[in-house]
């Protein structure tokens, strides 16, 4: 799908099974792949340098949600080229709508996609993104 470059990509979850899966998909279609279980950590990493060209990211975590986590990197302008793709089970429209508003140029609802559409759909919205 992405020819030539190897795409980076940061996993932001605090479930563990789904950040192996995740990192695992993606590894197998060549992609390099960082995990961290919590937004400290992602942080962490982010103002350590760390530049990610998609970053996918849950919303509901123990330490800081998602969106005010997206909120606070706007705010910072830690990542102001990478494709964010919001990876959750809430569906909720105001939350679309709020990620959407924090620069999040895709959404995708955990509960109904699969693995391997969450792959592709992920790296349509990077292509999308990045013309």
């Known amino acids: 799908m992405i020819a030539d470059k190897k795409l980076s990509i940061l996993i932001v979850d605090d479930d563990k099974f789904l950040l192996n899966m995740y990192s695992v998909k993606f590894e ?24 990610p060209d998609i970053l996918i990211l849950d919303i509901v975590m123990p330490d800081m949600d998602g969106l005010m986590f997206l909120e606070m990197l706007q705010k910072e302008k830690l990542i102001p080229t990478t494709v964010v793709v919001l990876l959750t089970n809430q569906s909720q429209e105001s939350d679309i709508q709020r990620a959407k508003e924090l620069g999040a140029a895709g959404y995708i609802v955990k509960a109904t996609t699969i693995p391997s559409e969450v792959l592709r759909e992920v790296l349509e919205i990077y292509e999308k993104h990045k013309k």
């Open 28 to 51: 197998k279609e060549g992609y390099a792949v960082a995990t961290v279980t919590n937004t400290k950590e992602a942080f962490d990493k982010l103002r350590e340098g760390y530049r």
